[in-house]
């Protein structure tokens, strides 16, 4: 959560900045600010708000800024309310400093330089990062770095200017990304690639315990102990272009388009003779059959695609797979063995609570494969193994591409699982394949005509709260399209086993209630019928997602949305576009904020 950048070169800094911060503005949208070097001072600039509400405002208040040097910031709040005075940068007239993460230890420092005779005026754990600094500085700035850090708790990243030094920018990183960007005479900092692909596509990443000295000409980076270290230079993949709108009103609805090109990217590289392949990361077919058990951990839509995996692993290859919220796991003394493999999966590869799960799971000596979108995360860089999703870029704090790229992994992950374990036959596979590789076709039908999901979701709009029902697959499907419907329309909803309704959610029913039921498995179809006829019969508005040419009449249904048929184990990859797109225009009919939903950040780096 949060955004830092920075910029020092020779071109004037504030448009660069505000610009970077704007690619930013997913990690967090509570209050963005700048600081520059203008005149041998120190000049910030902070809002409360988007930027566009505020910061943007506040700028053209402030008049012309003359600064070649600054740092940037958008915040989503950790400590204190969002409010001008709680916005970074945060500092005085020798030091600024932005940050990503938490100063545990806040407190006890805070304590420790009132008694030194400083005063703080915000309520942030940042300040007291800052006033730390400042304590320390004595001339040398890496210095001052060194041994606040070496007194702060927590995860964090910071980007730091000195009024002494106004042609440098320093940053440090303890385990909150933070990359360097070399451009040609200008250098900058910034918290992901996606801030910086309009000006460089060259970086630096800094490691946990590094801090960077950052001229126009180049950046020194070294270790708390001031010895040098030479870092290899990265080149980013991404293309500014996939982290544009291109065209489509919200980032939400081109992730949604860009799906079924995602999912052929990222299945195709895995795909040898016809066969999943999983050579690039070292899993083999002897370390399959030897795990006892998988588990798949992730949070939020990444967990519901480890759902997904779940139902098609255990039910291809007779293996026990457990599904655990990051958050949960890590705290529930999980009965991890070295016998087991633990799949992590995260878009951002830098959710603090997946991240300690993998830790965790490298700790017990598990076997710990990362799917993972962004390269060089830290969730990526710690897996024993890494797989990455060729998502591209997801803007969108809702998840679409990367949730659809995850589930489509899993069918490769479950089949050569099948397969290692001689629980399918080569043939098998490769007709279980063939057909995987159908669905980015069947995904773009469904992208056809949008109208059917428009007219459905202005049925929910003026719903206080509706229910998601479905059993198995369409169990965990119902997860990601509640999820994703309270994400960003705000309206109060939950998934339910449609079999379990009848054990006290049933009486929730009331009449207009819109109830969306996934129907998709044909095996259960009749079942999932009876659960839907129950909850029509007491008043619910129900609404059917069902493949073509299944029959569901009227004393079941109210409104039928009809997607293309696959074999029902694949269904969840059609499935899941009605309900992105049934979420998507709930919002836009409730005039909410697309992308960036109220309280939320793409990049959740905080527990
Ligand atoms: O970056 P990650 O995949 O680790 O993020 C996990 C969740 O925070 C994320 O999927 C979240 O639930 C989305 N906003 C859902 O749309």
């Not at 053209?60 to 989503?76: D, M, P």
């Not at 606040?148 to 964090?156: C, F, R, S, W």
């Not at 997860?479 to 309704?501: N, V």
């Amino acid at each position: 959560m949060c955004g830092i950048v920075g910029y020092t070169g020779k071109k004037q800094c504030r448009d660069i900045l505000v610009n970077s911060l704007r690619k930013l503005e997913y990690r967090g949208y509570d209050s963005a600010g700048i600081a520059v070097m203008e005149d041998g001072h120190i000049k910030t600039v902070k809002a409360k708000g988007k930027i566009n509400d505020g910061l943007i405002v506040k700028l053209s208040e402030s008049g012309e800024l003359n600064a070649v040097t600054g740092i940037g910031h958008t915040r989503w709040a950790t400590h204190g309310e969002p409010s001008d005075i709680n916005s970074h940068p945060i500092g005085n007239s020798r030091v600024s400093i932005v940050h990503n993460g938490i100063i545990e230890n806040y407190r006890k420092l805070k304590n420790f330089l009132i008694g030194k005779g400083y005063k703080f005026e915000s309520e942030t754990d940042t300040e007291a990062a800052a006033k730390l600094i400042d304590y320390y500085y004595n001339g040398d700035p890496v210095d001052a770095i060194s041994k606040a850090v070496t007194d702060i708790e927590g995860a964090y990243s910071l980007g730091i200017i000195f009024r002494d030094f106004p042609d440098m920018i320093y940053a440090v990183r303890k385990d909150s990304p933070l990359i360097v960007g070399i451009g040609d005479g200008e250098m900058y900092i910034a918290s992901d690639m996606t801030a910086l692909l309009e000006y460089t596509k060259k970086y630096y990443l800094l490691d946990t315990g590094e801090i960077a000295s950052i001229s126009a000409k180049g950046a020194v980076i070294c270790d708390l102990h001031g010895n040098k270290i030479n870092k290899e230079v990265q080149t980013a993949t991404w293309d500014v272009s996939e982290a544009e709108k291109g065209g489509f009103e919200h980032f939400m609805l081109k992730e949604i388009h860009e799906q079924p090109a995602a999912v052929r990217k990222t299945i195709s590289p895995r795909i040898k003779d016809g066969l999943p392949c999983f050579d690039e990361c070292g899993l083999t077919d002897e370390m399959i059959r030897g795990y006892k058990h998988i588990y798949i951990i992730a949070c939020g839509s990444a967990m519901h695609a480890g759902l997904i995996g779940k139902y098609i692993i255990e039910s291809l290859a007779r293996t026990p797979v457990i599904v655990d919220i990051a958050s949960e796991f890590r705290y529930r003394n999980p009965l991890l063995t070295a016998d087991d493999l633990v799949v992590i999966v995260s878009q951002s590869g830098e959710t603090a609570d997946t991240k300690a799960a993998l830790e965790l799971a490298n700790e017990v000596g598990a076997d710990t494969l990362a799917l993972v979108n962004v390269v060089g995360s830290s969730i990526a860089r710690e897996a024993k193994m890494v797989m990455y999703t060729y998502a591209g870029p997801e803007i969108s704090v809702a998840s679409t591409k990367a949730y659809m790229v995850q589930s489509a992994f899993m069918y490769l992950l479950a089949f050569r699982v099948a397969l290692a374990r001689g629980r399918i036959t080569e043939e098998e596979c490769r007709e279980l394949v063939a057909k995987l590789e159908t669905m980015p076709d069947l995904i773009a039908e469904c992208l056809s005509d949008l109208d059917p999901y428009r007219r459905s979701a202005s049925r929910l709009v003026g719903a206080d709260s509706l229910l998601y029902i479905g059993r198995g697959l369409d169990y965990a499907l119902s997860m990601e399209g509640s999820l994703k419907l309270k994400e960003i329309s705000y309206i109060h909803s939950e998934s339910y086993a449609a079999g379990e309704l009848k054990h006290g959610t049933i009486s929730l029913i009331d009449d207009g209630m819109p109830v969306i039921a996934v129907a998709t498995q044909r095996d259960l179809l009749a079942k999932t019928i009876s659960n839907m006829r129950e909850v029509k019969t007491r008043g619910a508005y129900v609404i059917a997602v069902c493949p073509k040419g299944v029959s569901i009449d009227s004393e079941s249904a109210d409104d039928i949305i009809e997607i293309p048929s696959a074999d029902d184990m694949f269904m969840p990859l059609v499935a899941v576009v009605p309900l992105q797109l049934v979420a998507y225009y709930a919002s836009v009919l409730r005039g909410n904020d697309v992308d960036k939903p109220r309280n939320l950040a793409k990049s959740v780096t905080v527990e």
